[in-house]
């Protein structure tokens, strides 16, 4: 995929504002949207879409394939008359998860009664229609969560031991049992995909595009993992023998301990990488370009046995990637793919990655230790075939990052954006000094969290890795996206030629 010069703001939809706690599809997107396009942006990127499980993590979903019920907006269900509802007194700028489950749950429940009772026929024949067309994954995923409810919230390896090994008379029974709530989750999926495509069109129709995201690894407490243990080194009472996770480095002296399983690659390939294929496929459904999370892992991966406290005691295993995306280019063509190319990236990574053309990361805030640091955008290649960042969901904002860095990389920084004719005295000239930056650099694509467009602190940080707890939670108040904003935005665009 050939990106043209241009730029794009990050924002995941739960940090829309509105009065249900969370932010949602509908109005508040579109109200995005709407600003977006008026700033001269053509991308907006999100985060994973999947529904999250334990940790609020978009990066942990019960599935590869499913949507966030969270994301459906309260407003269009009581339009549709499926629900009369007053939302209770949520905090504005704030996501309170705990807070969110409880009350959504119940809520949803009686929008999907509303909508068996009061549905039009056209409505029904439409979700008959995306349950059928969707049957592949959505079959397994309704049951999935049914029976996550039947057992109170239990993973999938401390079921009944019939239903965890998937004994056919016992799925057949739950379906029979469960039927009513398999028929909610059906409808949930239905209702998210349909706000989504809704969205997505939206967008189109404004000249903006999505990107989207993608794990490479699935979570252990999954549909994916319970319906294909093929795909999985699992041993026979469900635990993994062996999980992911990167090794000790400059960072953590004892790796990150992730803990999801390891694919069963030798199975994948034998079946000419089938799932992969569709995963890929269903993710091009929700956007136009798709950022796979740590494509090193496509060359080789940190594989650590079950059960150790971290992940020292770990060793490289490598992975088909050239194999895999040699499919991928026969079933779906030249896929629109990112590649999160972070952390240790060795001479075959670059390979794999350059090899399919994906375009890889640059990370400006990681940029101001030398002249011949990688992130710097000098040292970008000629083709320009990166998207640069000032700071992604990961890091802390710009501003936040400016107030914590080292004396020295914010002496090398300032020195560097005065050959870029950029000013940066203050700290409050951070955020909008690395914009430029980023526009000014060779990227064909740049790309600046909303929360930087803004010029926010450490307060409006999305998530701190490795930190349990009050992550994804940050969200703008309507507001803030004033029209003086886009202009200024758009005239930086135009001056770096990433807007006309």
Known sequence: MQ??????????????????????LGAPARRFLDWLASSGAKWWQVLPLGPTSYGDSPYQAFSAFAGNPYLIDPEILIEKGWLEEEPPAFPADVVDYGWIYFE??????????????????????SLEAFIAAEKFW????????????????????????????REPHALQEARVELAEEIGLHEWLQWMFYAEWSQTKAYAESKGL?????????????????WANPQYFYLEPSGNPTVVAGVPP?????TGQLWGNPLYRWDVMEAEGFAWWISRIQQSLKQCHLVRIDHFRGFEAYWEIPFGMPNAIQGQWVKAPGQKLFEAVRAALGDAPII???????????????????????????????????????????ESGNVIVYSGTHDNDTTLGWYRTAPEEEIQFMRQYLAQQDIRCISEYEAAGALLELAFKSPARLAVVPLQD???????????????????????YRENVLAPDLAVSLKAVAKSTRRSE
């Open 104 to 125: 959504r749950w119940p809520l949803l429940r009686r929008a999907f009664e509303g909508f068996g009772a009061r549905a039009s026929e056209a409505e029904k024949e």
């Open 3 to 24: 990106i043209q010069r241009s730029f794009g703001v990050l924002l995941h939809p739960t940090s829309f504002p509105g009065r249900w706690g969370i932010g949602a």
């Open 339 to 381: 590649a999160e190319d972070l952390g240790v990236i060795t001479p075959e990574v670059e390979a794999l990655r350059d090899g399919f053309g994906f375009p890889g990361m640059k990370i400006l805030q990681f940029a101001f230790s030398d002249e011949t640091n990688p992130f710097l955008p000098h040292n970008y290649p």
């Open 453 to 475: 467009v803004l010029g926010l602190g450490t307060e409006a940080r999305m998530n701190y890795p490795g930190k349990l707890g009050g992550n994804w939670a940050w969200r």
């Open 249 to 253: 480095d400059y960072f953590s002296e």
């Open 138 to 165: 959505l079959e397994d995923f309704a049951l999935f969560m049914a029976l996550k409810n039947k057992f109170g919230g239990k993973p999938w390896n401390e079921w009944d031991v019939q239903l965890r090994s």
């Open 209 to 225: 595009q999505i990107i989207g995201d993608m794990p490479i690894f699935v979570a252990f407490d999954s549909s994916d993992v």
